[in-house]
């Protein structure tokens, strides 16, 4: 899949959550959605970005916003981490990785020359019409989860 881009239709998705039941971006029609991938439960930086997002969940809620956090981690895996780090954003699921593949952030990495698949951690605002209003690829997790909000907030 191609990058997405601002102004394109945000692919639909419908997967697994922490604590049972599904994730619909469906569900949040008419609302902004914060949809950030990030590549693994319970690392540092996957850690850190869940919750910064989490302290700030009351503002998002308040900006009107819903905040999905989307890894190809197990359903069982997010309920520990959610659990561990009392963490209130909704985590989905991407087993198979297919909704990292469409939205373009199931990347080639390289760490110590080895080359792998993996996320390529990235966040998208989906405004209340489904459309892509903003994209941070490549994030740096320090200060991300408040410059989203700023984003939300000026929507």
């Not at 069982?76 to 939205?103: C, P, Q, R």
Request: hydrophobic share 45%.
């Amino acid at each position: 899949m191609s990058e997405l881009a601002i102004g394109d239709i945000a692919p639909q998705f419908d997967i697994p959550r922490d604590g049972g039941g599904t994730v619909s971006l469906q569900t949040f029609a008419g609302k902004p959605v914060v949809l950030y991938f990030y590549p693994k439960d319970d690392t540092s930086g996957c850690t850190t970005e869940a919750l910064a997002f989490t302290a700030l969940l009351p503002e998002f809620e308040k900006a009107g916003a819903a905040v999905i956090g989307v890894s190809p981690d197990t359903v069982k895996k997010h309920d520990k981490f959610v659990e561990k780090h009392a963490l209130a954003v909704i985590l989905g699921s991407d087993e198979d990785t297919a909704v990292a593949n469409l939205y373009g952030v199931w990347k080639e990495k390289s760490m110590y020359g080895r080359k792998y698949m993996g996320i390529d951690r990235t966040t998208f605002l989906i405004d209340a019409h489904g459309r892509i209003a903003n994209v941070w690829p490549k994030v740096k997790v320090a200060g991300h989860a408040e410059e989203v909000l700023k984003a939300v907030q000026a929507m």
